[in-house]
């Protein structure tokens, strides 16, 4: 009979450990880590987790493409040539800005800051889609007023860890580029 509950022990004990090795290889895990590194300040472990470069230049890719009006048909003639030289320089501001909320723990408004720090917060998964090594993650960020928002994320595997490479809805965060 001992025998019998220590086997069923070792049985549980061992199930517990697979289940904690696979939690701490998901999608779900690597943005609790990308969470906690925000709450202690550490920039490199922000980027660890996400794409800095990548996720920054789809935001201002999409402040690009916003107009004042609201219209998402750009600035014109004149700012679709401007644009692709404009980039390199607000990408490196906007990082530069993410940076400085991060390690000083301000993180908080601003436009392109503002969609980073969505992805930056979000913490409750809601579902999680596989396809090889890219996930499809769908969060729920706190919004001051009203139900949550759903961010759609595009996380790829590196390694035993997940990083995020893209906001799928960018244009509908909550505040994005406000008028």
């Given at each position: 009979m001992a025998a019998l509950l220590v086997a069923a022990l070792l049985l549980i004990v061992a199930a517990g450990g697979l289940a904690w090795v696979?939690?701490?290889r998901s999608p779900a895990y690597s943005l609790v880590m990308l969470a906690g590194a925000v709450q202690n300040k550490d920039w490199d472990g922000?980027?660890?987790y996400v794409d800095v470069e990548a996720v920054v230049g789809q935001a201002v890719d999409a402040a690009i493409a916003k107009t004042p009006g609201g219209e998402t048909g750009g600035l014109g003639a004149l700012g679709v040539e401007l644009a692709p030289s404009m980039k390199p320089a607000l990408v490196q501001q906007a990082k530069d800005a993410l940076r400085a909320a991060v390690e000083q723990?301000?993180?908080g408004s601003g436009e392109i800051q503002g969609v980073l720090v969505s992805v930056l917060v979000a913490r409750q998964v809601k579902s999680v889609t596989y396809s090889g090594d890219e996930a499809l993650v769908t969060?729920?960020?706190p919004r001051k007023s009203g139900a949550p928002f759903e961010?759609?994320?595009t996380m790829k595997r590196v390694d035993d860890s997940w990083r995020v490479v893209a906001v799928e809805n960018i244009l509908d965060l909550p505040g994005l580029l406000s008028n």
């Open positions: 696979n939690y701490t922000v980027q660890k723990g301000a993180v969060v729920e960020v961010l759609r994320l």
